[in-house]
């Protein structure tokens, strides 16, 4: 069993909405922080967003402040990343991650990795 899977990437205009999620093995047992990350071609991974899911405490990267929101459903051990008024530059394979520690936006700070889903926005 994958300790994380990610679902709900897809096609979008710019301008238009997806909600991702994350559903996590270990929901808030083993793990305390979930971050996304997106990667775009030939881009190094990057962290957008993360929750501490002890106190719900979130941090977003400064792109996507006002625009993308985490959220929680605890009954179904998934996290989602809320992506509104999408762009073009937002195209990327998004993942999220896990790890025992303290929330961060650094991608080398994550022990769990899912498998990612695309988010391509058209101009």
């Known amino acids: 069993q994958l300790p994380l899977v990610e679902s709900g990437g897809g096609l979008v205009q710019s301008g238009g909405s997806l909600r991702l999620s994350c559903v996590v093995s270990?929901?808030?047992?083993?793990?305390?922080?979930i971050g996304w990350f997106r990667q775009a071609p030939g881009k190094e991974r990057e962290g957008v967003a993360c929750?501490?899911?002890?106190?719900?405490?979130?941090e977003y990267e400064d792109s996507v402040k006002g625009r993308f929101f985490i959220s929680r459903d605890n009954a179904k051990n998934t996290i989602y990343l809320h992506l509104n008024s999408l762009k073009p530059e937002d195209t990327a394979i998004y993942y999220c991650?896990?790890?025992?520690?303290?929330?961060?936006?650094?991608?080398?700070?994550?022990?769990?990795w899912g498998q990612g889903t695309q988010v391509t926005v058209s101009s």
């Open positions: 991650a896990a790890d025992p520690g303290l929330p961060t936006l650094n991608r080398f700070l994550y022990e769990a």
């Open positions: 270990g929901f808030s047992v083993k793990y305390h922080a």
């Open positions: 929750i501490d899911l002890r106190d719900s405490t979130t």
